[in-house]
């Protein structure tokens, strides 16, 4: 898994000019499946996720998680994160996981961070989306499992 933590005061996702989530203070989560990835990695990097200190403490310090701020999480699914530009100039995907397998990933994924304490939203699998955002800070990290 490969995922795109953008700590954000606003967030949110549009399929079909329809708002599909939303969130104000809390993580913007861009989720790439990849080819092999287990429940156990969604689950520990659900963990991980929820307890990152990442937000503000009175003096300005990333000393806080996204638990003690009480924030929430907008998730989206981006095969694309699965993708390697190795080689050539177009991207290749063989490294991310086939539909079913990523979408039975993302969905524990998202499990896992609701077992966290987390409110989260979501977009929807397998959809065209636009993704609005603002990144506060900006305040950007990559986790890889």
Request: glycine letters at 8%.
């Amino acid at each position: 898994m490969r995922c795109v933590i953008q700590r954000v005061s606003r967030a949110s996702v549009t399929v079909d000019d329809q708002v599909v989530g939303v969130i104000a203070e809390g993580l913007l989560l861009l989720v790439g499946i990849a080819r092999g990835d287990t429940p156990e990695e969604m689950t520990r990097g659900a963990q991980k996720i929820v307890e990152l200190r990442i937000f503000p403490d009175e003096q300005g310090k990333m000393n806080r998680s996204l638990k003690d701020v009480g924030a929430s999480v907008l998730a989206v699914s981006q095969f694309t994160l699965a993708g390697s530009l190795s080689r050539g100039r177009r991207p290749s995907f063989e490294g991310a996981e086939e539909p079913q397998a990523a979408r039975e990933r993302f969905e524990q994924f998202v499990a896992a961070l609701r077992s966290n304490g987390a409110h989260v939203e979501t977009g929807v699998f397998r959809e065209h989306m636009s993704v609005e955002l603002v990144n506060e800070g900006p305040v950007t990290f990559v986790y890889e499992s």
